[in-house]
């Protein structure tokens, strides 16, 4: 897989992640924050908890599923990216939660497993 065909796909599953999480009662606040530390992929209030949401998208099982995909390093950083979002935003929340959005599409299939609390 190219680098385009990785971002049509990475895009495919953040509007899936969306979607998803909007039938839930989630309110989207940001999508695709960039700082100096990365990129988050959804901010999202549910009821009083603001929930930064990292989506993994992968069309097959070869390298481990997509929620494994997710390094200690990948976690600094959208840790790191959710202080410096919570630094310039003016948002009433009680509370932050890191969510994960893992989407596996196969053929015509799809699964998509939401890990609330995933780090």
């Known amino acids: 897989m190219n ?13 899936m992640a ?9 309110r989207i606040l940001k999508r695709n924050y960039y700082t100096r ?12 908890i603001l929930v930064f949401v990292e989506v993994r998208t992968k ?3 070869n390298y481990g599923l997509p929620e494994e995909s997710i390094t200690k390093s990948k976690i600094k950083h959208l840790r790191k990216a959710a202080l410096v979002y ?4 003016r948002i ?5 939660r ?3 959005i893992a989407i596996l599409i ?8 939401h890990i609330p609390n995933a780090f």
Do not use: P
Request: glycine fraction near 12%; charge should be negative.
């Open 3 to 15: 680098k385009f065909q990785k971002t049509v796909l990475g895009r495919k599953g953040e509007e």
């Open 18 to 26: 969306v979607a998803y999480l909007m039938d839930r009662g989630y």
């Open 37 to 48: 530390y990365g990129e988050l992929d959804i901010i999202c209030m549910h009821k009083n």
């Open 59 to 61: 069309t097959n099982l």
């Open 86 to 89: 919570l630094g310039n935003g």
């Open 92 to 96: 009433s929340y009680e509370e932050i």
């Open 98 to 100: 890191f969510d994960v």
């Open 106 to 113: 196969t053929g015509d299939n799809t699964r998509i497993s």
